[in-house]
């Protein structure tokens, strides 16, 4: 193997570990590592810019601003206020609700905004009722990741697949993944309720005082409510559409941003780009050229060359080679850079003569969301809500979460398994 060769290999090893290890940013790690790849003569920097997907980066900016500007109108407190009033108050039902919203929220919403977003009025609504809040937070990281899944704009991993390969559409996703995201989760649900429901009782008195309030006081603002809703709305039909009329996911995403900009005036353009998660999104640029030297030294072609040897092309083997090997290494380390890895390498197979790679995207996939659940830190969504858990005084610990999260993991990815075989294999 060539000295570049050796020396990309060197630099990806190092900052893959300081990543895992969380001593460092992991943005500040990534861009660094990045860097390295075009200072050291490893890649080119135009080349380098080439191998960065603006169309994933186009895709998050867009919804990050669209989702922040929804934010500020009190439309989600008001959602999740108005389930836990629909439940009766009963704590199980709430929990069971709130893990669903969460799941439907991550589907059309990027996972650590969904989060973000539904931690604070869970909390709001446990202290409300005196119960114990982990129950209801772990439950909605698994429900995050799960339901994720089943769209092109749920989860980065998706995002980063859909943007790589331009025939999987957003109703390509749907249609391919919503299905057993399903499954997934009707079996899931019904163990939260076995795991959890001894240990949020609560009071009828306290009951009662949920139901007096009145969810309508968290929407702030109307007019932006009407605009905002109207704009996402909007948004979500064009990613339907957005094949028929040529266009990439970004220009939709970025389109429904600004027609939002535009109506809600100049007074909120700092807010929202404020909201922006430049943090990731840098991130993810750095992770772009990190890779692309693995690419231009050939070592990506050696992995795809030595795997398709490993399984000998076979489709089977190989769509079950990625899909658990997606999820093993999706719950100890965060699954964007893993994945970021496996798509070249794909692409790669697919150059040797694998000439259905359609089973091993939808693996990769659902290997790489779904395998988040497997730990506290198999994702960011996972570590956002530990943190915010932590704030509030109720530290989620990692072997806490791993007892319920792993065995979940196996399950999913388990019915995963068998959705891949009788849909593509069969």
Request: proline content about 3%; charged content about 10%; aromatic content about 8%.
């Amino acid at each position: 193997m060539e000295q570049q060769a050796i020396l990309a290999i060197g630099i990806f090893l190092v900052i893959y570990a300081l990543i895992i290890t969380e001593k460092i940013h992991r943005t500040i790690v990534a861009m660094i590592g990045g860097i390295l790849m075009v200072v050291l003569g490893i890649v080119d920097q135009e080349v380098a810019l080439h191998h960065i997907d603006f169309n994933t980066l186009g895709l998050l900016v867009g919804m990050m601003i669209i989702v922040g500007v929804t934010a500020e109108t009190g439309l989600f407190t008001y959602i999740a206020i108005w389930a836990a009033k629909k439940a009766k108050g009963e704590p199980v039902r709430i929990m069971v609700l709130l893990a669903l919203i969460t799941a439907v929220g991550s589907a059309f919403l990027d996972n650590v905004t969904t989060v973000l977003l539904m931690v604070p009025v869970t909390f709001s609504i446990t202290k409300q009722l005196r119960v114990q809040p982990l129950p209801f937070l772990i439950t909605q990281i698994v429900a995050c990741n799960i339901g994720g899944t089943a769209t092109l704009i749920g989860d980065p991993p998706n995002i980063m697949i859909g943007s790589a390969v331009k025939e999987l559409t957003f109703m390509a996703f749907i249609n391919n993944l919503a299905p057993v995201v399903l499954i997934i989760l009707a079996a899931t649900v019904p163990l939260f309720i076995l795991m959890f429901r001894k240990q949020i009782q609560t009071t009828p008195e306290l009951k009662q005082s949920l139901m007096e309030i009145d969810e309508k006081q968290f929407i702030t603002d109307r007019t932006l409510l009407i605009k905002s809703a109207s704009v996402l709305v909007l948004t979500i039909f064009g990613f339907f559409l957005h094949q028929a009329f040529h266009l990439e996911s970004a220009t939709v995403a970025l389109t429904g941003a600004f027609l939002l900009l535009l109506l809600t005036g100049e007074h909120m353009l700092e807010k929202a780009l404020v909201k922006v998660e430049w943090t990731t999104i840098f991130f993810f640029v750095g992770l772009f050229v990190l890779v692309s030297g693995l690419i231009e030294t050939g070592v990506i072609a050696k992995l795809a060359e030595q795997a398709i040897h490993l399984t000998g092309g076979d489709k089977f083997a190989t769509s079950m080679l990625i899909l658990w090997l997606s999820a093993i290494a999706s719950a100890f380390v965060d699954n964007i850079p893993f994945v970021a890895t496996m798509i070249p390498l794909i692409q790669e197979m697919g150059r040797m003569g694998v000439s259905d790679l359609e089973p091993l995207w939808w693996s990769l996939a659902l290997g790489a969301c779904l395998g988040g659940n497997g730990t506290l830190i198999g994702a960011s969504a996972n570590l956002i809500v530990a943190g915010l858990s932590g704030k509030e005084g109720h530290p989620i610990s990692f072997v806490r979460y791993l007892k319920v999260g792993f065995p979940l993991m196996l399950l999913s990815v388990v019915i995963a398994s068998i959705y891949v075989y009788l849909r593509y294999l069969l």
